[in-house]
């Protein structure tokens, strides 16, 4: 028996409010996007998700649990110090709450945090030049991207104050040497901003590993495509996808909804 199926008969939804229920739907379909596109590592990465009130409670994966496992019921509530504030037979990832809790502390924007291990984002993320303006994707994320160095594995607290420091008003980061990550105001925000850095990422590695000139934009053109592109708008930037990507899930598999 998987551990979805052993939490099949284990429904949060009559437990928690409306509020709740349709974040832990969304932050559930949230991780099955990130399976499903490929940028999940094993249970090794995070994404969380403030919940609605003033307890500044959010709902993090438990350790131990796949992306393409996990579902509303399954996700864990934790506090901003840790602890977990609901039931489980599950514990959460140490390096996951000390990011995630670092950039849910900034403020109302950040209501979803989205960490990822992939490949091509690695990948640039080792590369000193960072993010180049090689692609349209890459410059509608540029204006909206920040750097913080690598520390080591995420476990010492006082590293937050620096996640903080470097995230700044920003919504994108790549974390040197170790990943990418994304905030939003929503999970469908946060997704669509993932989506954009993990494409633009991709298409650097494949840009430099051909072996052929690269052409840079024109001086100006990078700013202004990322000013067309408003990824540094607060809200809403992923209303029109997201139905959309609600809608492949179900077709694909629509446990995330249990």
């Not at 284990?10 to 399976?35: I, K």
């Not at 690695?122 to 180049?132: D, N, P, R, T, Y």
């Not at 080591?152 to 470097?166: F, H, K, N, Q, V």
């Not at 997704?191 to 430099?208: D, G, P, T, W």
């Amino acid at each position: 028996m998987s551990v979805a199926e052993d939490f099949s008969g284990l429904s949060m939804r009559d437990q928690v409010s409306q509020e709740e229920w349709e974040v832990r739907v969304n932050l559930a379909a949230t991780y099955r996007l990130v399976a499903h596109y490929g940028w999940s590592d094993l249970i090794y990465t995070h994404i969380s998700a403030r919940v609605p009130g003033p307890e500044h409670h959010f709902l993090i994966n438990p350790y131990g649990m796949t992306f393409d496992e996990i579902t509303a019921s399954s996700l864990v509530k934790i506090d901003l110090d840790g602890n977990i504030v609901q039931e489980t037979d599950y514990m959460v990832n140490p390096a996951g709450f000390t990011i995630h809790s670092a950039v849910h502390s900034t403020g109302n924007d950040a209501n979803c945090v989205i960490h990822t291990h992939s490949d091509d984002g690695v990948a640039v993320s080792a590369q000193a030049e960072g993010l180049l303006p090689l692609s349209q994707t890459a410059m509608i994320v540029l204006g909206d991207l920040a750097y913080h160095d690598y520390e080591g594995i995420a476990l010492e607290l006082d590293e937050r104050e620096r996640l903080i420091r470097d995230l700044d008003d920003k919504h994108c980061m790549i974390l040197r040497n170790h990943g990418l990550l994304t905030v939003g105001a929503s999970c469908a925000d946060a997704f669509l901003r993932l989506f954009f850095l993990e494409r633009a990422c991709s298409i650097q590695v494949r840009a430099l590993s051909g072996g052929r000139a690269l052409t840079m934009p024109h001086d100006g053109v990078p700013e202004k495509t990322a000013d067309q592109g408003q990824f540094h708008k607060r809200h809403g930037i992923g209303k029109l996808a997201w139905p959309a990507l609600l809608r492949t899930l179900d077709r694909v598999d629509p446990s995330y909804r249990d």
